[in-house]
C-alpha cells in the first residue's frame, strides 16, 4: 500500500512539542493557534458558557494520523481521556487505502405538542400550512427555511406538529427551538388546543456516511464479519459494539465544539426499533466483498460549523482549521470516517489479540502521580 502523507511513522514517540511542530506545518496552523491548543479556555470566557463557573476542566488533544478521506489526507483532532482510542483510529485508517465519506444537509424538525385539539385540528392545520411556515421564518436565520409541516394526532387528547427546517451549516438548536415558540400561539388559535412542549427533536437531523475496503488476511476477515454479526444478533453486545464507533465519532465531536449528548442519543436513536429482534443493532455493517473486506458506517450526526461553540470555543475554532474548515456535511462524513475506523481496529483487536493487550499497554502510560501536583508540573511528557 501507498505511504500516506499523514502517516507520520513513529509519531507516537515524539514529544508533544515535537507533534504540535508537525501538525502546525502540515495543517497551517499559526502562533496565535498553537497558544490556543496550549493555553486551554480563559475563565472569562469559560463564565460566558455556562452558570455558576467555578473552574476549567480539561481533556487531552490529540491527532489520529493516516486518514486519507475522499482522496484528501487529514490528520484528525480528538479529544479523549481514554487511552487507546486516537490509537485505534489511526490504526484503522492505516488498514485503508481511501475512506468515501459524505454528510448530509441537515433537516432538524421542531415539534410543538398540543393538549385537548379541536377533531378536524389536524386537517386545519395543513389547510394553513403556508401561514405557519411564514410565521416559522420569521423566527429563523437567512440561512435557515422551514419547508415542512406535518400535524399527527398521539391519542384522543394531544396532538403534535413536525415543522422541518434546513438549517444549512449550523447545528440550529437554539433557533429552533425560537421558531417553536414563535409559532405555538398561532398554532392553538387554529387548533383550538393548548400547546404545552416547543422544543426541537435531535432525532435524524444530519447522516454521515463512510465506507471503506481493509486489508486484512482471509481469516482476520472473516473473524470481523462474525464479530459483526454477533452484534447484529444480540443487543448487549450492539451496545458495546456501538460504544466503540462513538468513541471516535465523540472525540472528533468535542474537539470541533459539538453538542456530543446529541451526538450520542441520535445515533442510539437510530439502530433502536421496537418492532425488531433484537430492538437494537450495530450502527456499522461489515460483510466480504469481492474476497476483500468491507465495512460501511451510516449514523445520523447533530453537527455544525457555524453558532455555538464553533465559533465561540477557540480551541474548536483551531481544530476546526485544522481540518480545513469542513462545511457541516464534510464534518458528519469525516466523523463518519473516524466511527468507522475506531470499530474495525477495536473488531480486529478482539478477533486477533484481544482488546486488552493494546489497550493496557497505553494505559499503563499514565503517570503514577499526585494529580494535584501534576497542575502545576512543569515537566515535560517523556517520549516512548
Not at 488533544?61 to 479523549?80: E, H, Q, S
Not at 451526538?263 to 437494537?280: C, I, M, Q, R, T
Not at 465561540?312 to 475554532?317: E, F, G, L, N
Not at 499514565?366 to 494529580?371: A, E, L, N, S, Y
Request: proline residues 4%.
Amino acid at each position: 500500500m501507498e505511504r500516506k502523507r499523514t502517516a507520520l511513522p513513529k509519531f507516537y514517540a515524539r514529544t508533544p512539542d515535537d507533534r504540535l511542530d508537525i501538525v502546525s506545518e502540515m495543517t497551517g496552523l499559526d502562533s496565535k493557534d498553537r497558544d490556543v491548543l496550549r493555553a486551554g479556555l480563559h475563565v472569562d470566557m469559560a463564565d460566558s458558557l455556562v452558570e455558576n463557573m467555578i473552574g476549567v476542566f480539561a481533556l487531552p488533544l490529540g491527532v489520529a494520523t493516516n486518514f486519507r478521506i475522499n482522496g484528501r489526507d487529514l490528520l484528525i483532532p480528538m479529544v479523549t481521556e481514554e487511552p487507546s482510542v486516537i490509537a485505534a483510529a489511526s490504526a484503522g485508517a492505516k488498514a485503508t487505502e481511501d475512506i468515501e465519506a459524505l454528510g448530509s444537509h441537515s433537516h432538524v424538525t421542531g415539534q410543538i405538542q398540543i393538549m385537548n385539539p379541536n377533531s378536524n385540528a389536524v386537517e386545519m392545520v395543513s389547510a394553513r400550512e403556508n401561514e405557519i411556515i411564514n410565521r416559522a421564518r420569521d423566527a429563523l436565520s437567512s440561512h435557515m427555511d422551514v419547508f415542512e409541516v406535518s400535524p399527527k394526532a398521539l391519542a384522543n387528547d394531544m396532538m403534535k406538529v413536525d415543522l422541518v427546517v434546513d438549517t444549512g451549516e449550523a447545528m440550529g438548536a437554539n433557533a429552533v427551538n425560537t421558531m417553536c415558540e414563535r409559532v405555538a400561539p398561532l398554532i392553538e388559535e387554529i387548533t383550538g388546543g393548548r400547546v404545552l412542549l416547543r422544543i426541537l427533536s435531535n432525532h435524524l437531523p444530519r447522516v454521515g456516511y463512510a465506507k471503506a475496503f481493509f486489508d486484512v488476511d482471509s481469516r482476520v476477515a472473516e473473524g470481523i464479519v462474525n464479530a459483526y454479526r454477533f452484534a447484529d444478533l444480540d443487543k448487549s453486545r450492539a451496545v458495546t459494539h456501538n460504544k466503540g464507533i462513538m468513541n471516535g465519532i465523540t472525540a472528533v465531536g468535542l474537539a470541533t465544539g459539538q453538542d456530543v449528548r446529541a451526538l450520542e442519543a441520535s445515533a442510539h436513536a437510530h439502530v433502536a426499533d421496537a418492532g425488531a429482534e433484537p430492538a437494537y443493532g450495530p450502527l456499522s455493517r461489515w460483510e466480504i466483498r469481492d474476497g476483500r473486506l468491507w465495512g460501511g458506517l451510516f449514523v445520523p450526526l447533530v453537527v455544525g460549523t457555524v453558532g455555538g461553540l464553533t465559533k465561540h470555543h477557540p480551541a474548536a475554532v483551531t481544530c476546526l482549521k485544522m481540518l480545513g474548515n469542513p462545511t457541516a456535511g464534510e464534518l458528519a462524513g469525516i466523523m463518519a470516517a473516524v466511527g468507522l475506523c475506531q470499530n474495525f481496529a477495536a473488531l480486529r483487536a478482539l478477533v486477533t489479540d484481544g482488546i486488552q493487550r493494546g489497550h493496557m499497554k497505553l494505559h499503563g502510560r499514565r503517570q503514577r502521580v499526585d494529580p494535584r501536583a501534576a497542575v502545576t508540573s512543569k515537566q515535560t511528557v517523556p517520549a516512548e
